[in-house]
């Protein structure tokens, strides 16, 4: 049975997701969810999103994909393809005794992955920011919310937002 595929995200009212290849917020209770529902597990993400976290992150294992043949750093597995990100994330994922495998970003990963995750955890952020990094839309007929929690403004969080958890629908 193949491992499932979960999607993490923050999205800005207007879908923006980052700009010139940074976050446009400042949410540490989102970043503490980011660190939950990732620890322990493997990560696909694209090179621009590996590059502005800039090294692999603690307590878990990173998969890029890339198009770049000679991408490569310590630490760090490679994949060239969409089906080889995701059997890496699964060789990982049993190798770590992981439920899942988590799908980080960015913008162009989303899309390819969007068709082929099980859950969606959304973070919708109450701003507008201009930006060049779009989330895709979600076609809300094939999931369900099965969680909503709303977030205000405040000391840790420059904006108010709220977590959304999506479920495929069977």
Not at 69 to 85: K, T
Not at 101 to 127: C, D, F, M, R, S
Request: proline share 7%; net charge neutral; hydrophobic share 45%.
């Amino acid at each position: 049975m193949a491992i499932p595929l979960i999607l993490v995200v923050a999205v800005a009212e207007n879908g923006v997701i980052g700009r010139d290849n940074h976050l446009l917020w400042r949410l540490r209770t989102d970043l503490k969810r980011f660190r939950e529902l990732t620890m322990a597990k493997p990560m696909i993400m694209g090179r621009k999103t590996f590059e502005s976290i800039g090294k692999p992150l603690p307590g878990r294992e990173t998969v890029v994909l890339t198009r770049h043949a000679d991408f490569s750093v310590p630490g760090v597995h490679v994949a060239h393809s969409w089906d080889g990100a995701v059997a890496k994330g699964e060789e990982l994922a049993k190798a770590m005794g992981a439920n899942a495998v988590a799908v980080v970003g960015g913008a162009e990963i989303y899309k390819i992955a969007l068709p082929h995750v099980q859950k969606i955890y959304l973070t919708e952020v109450a701003a507008a920011p201009e930006g060049d990094a779009f989330f895709p839309p979600i076609d809300r007929s094939y999931f369900r919310e099965t969680a909503r929690v709303a977030h205000p403004k405040g000391p840790d969080d420059e904006h108010p937002f709220t977590f959304i958890d999506l479920e495929r629908r069977s």
